[in-house]
């Protein structure tokens, strides 16, 4: 496993153990050359899912991405790293209920709403305000007051 922070490629293996119901595993490494320490997580994918996007390309599901929007949008709020991740298995696993290995982007984009409401409420109007391209105050003032009932 490459060092995230000078790029060595030794790394030793300081614990493991299973998270989230055993859908994925917690590594604790010590670079070889820097000696620090960084945290892996491993995932099984049963297969490749192709993502079709907006435009109508299609990529390879990235979970990095999935990520990085749950992190953009917990930014400075009181969101656990552990809830984010287990977020992100619940959407994953709704993936490998849906019919034939690819998925709209649309419907990503919805699971993320939802697991952003029940998560953050201002995470949850952050993402919002991206993904349905917010053009006009009026547009956030909406989406509270949908929030509020």
């Known amino acids: 496993m490459k060092c995230v922070l000078c790029n060595a490629e030794e790394s030793r293996v300081i614990d493991s153990r299973v998270t989230m119901q055993g859908a994925s595993i917690r590594r604790r490494r010590e670079c070889l050359e820097c000696h620090e320490r960084f945290t892996t997580y491993e995932y099984v994918m049963n297969y490749p ?3 079709i996007k907006k435009d109508g390309t299609r990529e390879e599901y990235n979970r990095k991405k999935l990520y990085n929007s749950f992190r953009i949008a917990c930014k400075k709020r009181p969101v656990p790293e552990e809830a984010i991740l287990e977020a992100i298995t619940f959407i994953e696993e709704s993936f490998s209920n849906h019919a034939g290995a690819e998925i ?46």
Do not use: P
Not at 112 to 126: C, P
């Open 49 to 51: 899912i192709v993502v």
């Open 104 to 149: 709209h982007s649309d419907e990503i984009g919805e699971k993320v709403m939802e697991s952003l409401k029940v998560l953050d409420k201002i995470a949850f109007v952050r993402y919002a305000s991206v993904y349905r391209e917010f053009q006009e105050l009026t547009d956030f003032e909406q989406q509270i007051s949908e929030l509020k009932e």
